[in-house]
C-alpha cells in the first residue's frame, strides 16, 4: 500500500509564509481522527527536534509549547491551541507567539494540524499548515547582509521548513499504514 497524494503550496508576501503541505493516505476501517490529530503533534515537535539534531527542543508549558535553544532562547512559542472536531475532520490550531524566529508584528500567524477522512472512509488526508507567520528569515536583509547571501538563507529556512512539515506527515502516514497491514491481516 503506498501514499496516493502528496501535495504542497506556498507563498511569502512581504516576509509573510502562508503553507500547507498535505499527505493522502489510504486507510482500511474508520480511524480515529482525533488520536491521528495528536500523533501529528507530538511527531512534528519531535521532527523540529530531530531536524535541528537537538538544537532546538520543545516541550510544554501549561497548555503552551515553547521550542527554544538551550534554556534560555525561546525561537518559537506556540500558545494554547483550539482543537475543532467534526465527523469527518480534526483540526488543531496554535497561534505563534514569539520568540527568536518570529520578527516583531501585531499578527504572527498559526500552525495548523488536520487530519481528515477522504472518498469514503478509505483515506485520510493529513495537513499540516503555517498561516501569516511573519518570519525573521523571509522579511528584509538583515542591517548590512548581502541580498544575494539573504536570499539563499531564505532559500535554506523555506527547504528547512517543507522538509520538518513533511518528515512528520511521512512519519504518521507511515505509522497509519503499518496498522493498516496490521488490520488486514488480523481480518
Not at 75 to 100: H, K, N, Y
Not at 143 to 164: F, I, K, N, Q, T
Amino acid at each position: 500500500m503506498t501514499t496516493a497524494a502528496r501535495s504542497t503550496w506556498e507563498q511569502v508576501r512581504e516576509g509573510v509564509l502562508t503553507c500547507e503541505q498535505q499527505l493522502r493516505v489510504p486507510v482500511t476501517g474508520s480511524p480515529d481522527l482525533v488520536a491521528i490529530l495528536d500523533r501529528l503533534e507530538r511527531v512534528h515537535f519531535a521532527e523540529v527536534e530531530r531536524a535541528t539534531f537537538g538544537v532546538i527542543r520543545c516541550h510544554r508549558r501549561g497548555a503552551e509549547i515553547v521550542c527554544h535553544v538551550g534554556e534560555r532562547w525561546p525561537v518559537l512559542t506556540f500558545g494554547a491551541p483550539e482543537t475543532v472536531v467534526s465527523a469527518t475532520a480534526a483540526e488543531r490550531r496554535w497561534p505563534i507567539r514569539a520568540g527568536l524566529l518570529a520578527r516583531p508584528s501585531a499578527a504572527r500567524g498559526e500552525l495548523i494540524l488536520r487530519a481528515e477522512r477522504g472518498q469514503e472512509g478509505q483515506e485520510v488526508l493529513l495537513t499540516n499548515a503555517v498561516d501569516g507567520f511573519p518570519s525573521r528569515f523571509l522579511g528584509d536583509p538583515l542591517p548590512g547582509m548581502p541580498r544575494l547571501l539573504w536570499r539563499l538563507l531564505s532559500d535554506v529556512y523555506l527547504a528547512y521548513h517543507r522538509l520538518v512539515s513533511f518528515r512528520g506527515l511521512e512519519r504518521v502516514a507511515c505509522e497509519l499504514r503499518r496498522e493498516t497491514h496490521r488490520f488486514e491481516r488480523e481480518r
